[in-house]
């Protein structure tokens, strides 16, 4: 159990809607990664924070999409006006911001966009 | 930016084979590869590290190889057992900040 938790699990929204994803990473993980993942592909980044500052943000990703880790625990992601495309499970991952440290994942949120 | 080719794409061994997953990366800043091994509905998890300033790594079944020359790093797994079958994504990773993955290898141990 990496003590990374993401919710909610999945989410089914009609295109247009918007939706918001909660991270909460455990304590000691000062870093606090976003990323997407569709079938068949590795995980894309998005954006990454260390503590409360997005240090960050993919070049790929859409004004319609904003994240924030207000005090520096947990983290929400969200997405205006989905759109099909948006279709995905968005992984939230930790870390201890120490050089060369690991990633720790959390189950993800399955986004469903129709 | 940070650019990680993984092949094969997917990958099928009998029970007891090897598999052999390449990587190449194309930033020569990236000084940790991570691997991780993601199994059908769940989240990817680490399975072996190296960072850049040792040739080899090992761990049991698994192994991991760096040439830093090539830019190019493998993982080695001995002796498969059905338990292997997974997704396996190879990572490069500038110095913390953020890690880039590879597409994945789709691993098949058969029985």
């Known amino acids: 159990d990496t003590g990374v938790s993401q919710n909610p699990r999945h989410k089914i929204t009609k295109r247009g809607q918007n939706v918001t994803f909660r991270c909460d990473p455990i304590s000691e993980h000062n870093r606090l990664y976003w990323y997407r993942q569709t079938l068949g592909q590795g995980p894309e980044f998005l954006t990454y924070?260390?503590?409360?500052?997005?240090?960050?943000k993919s070049r790929l990703l859409s004004d319609r999409f904003s994240a924030e880790r207000p005090k520096g625990s947990f983290s929400t992601l969200e997405i205006q006006r989905t759109e099909q495309g948006d279709s995905a499970m968005y992984l939230c991952?930790?870390?201890?911001?120490?050089?060369?440290?690991?990633?720790?994942f959390g189950n993800g949120t399955r986004l469903t966009v129709t | 930016g940070e650019n990680v080719e993984q092949h094969p794409s997917t990958l099928s061994v009998q029970e007891g084979d090897s598999a052999v997953i390449k990587c190449t990366y194309s930033?020569?800043?990236?000084?940790?590869f991570p691997w991780y091994k993601q199994e059908l509905g769940k989240r990817p998890q680490l399975i072996i590290d190296i960072r850049s300033n040792v040739g080899e790594k090992k761990d049991q079944r698994i192994a991991v190889t760096l040439n830093k020359t090539a830019k190019h790093f493998s993982l080695h797994i001995t002796e498969t057992q059905p338990e292997d079958s997974a997704v396996y994504f190879c990572a490069a990773d500038t110095g913390g900040f953020k890690t880039i993955f590879g597409a994945g290898t789709r691993l098949f141990v058969k029985a």
């Open positions: 991952a930790g870390s201890l911001g120490l050089p060369n440290s690991p990633l720790h």
């Open positions: 924070f260390q503590n409360e500052a997005q240090l960050e």
């Open positions: 930033d020569s800043a990236s000084n940790y």
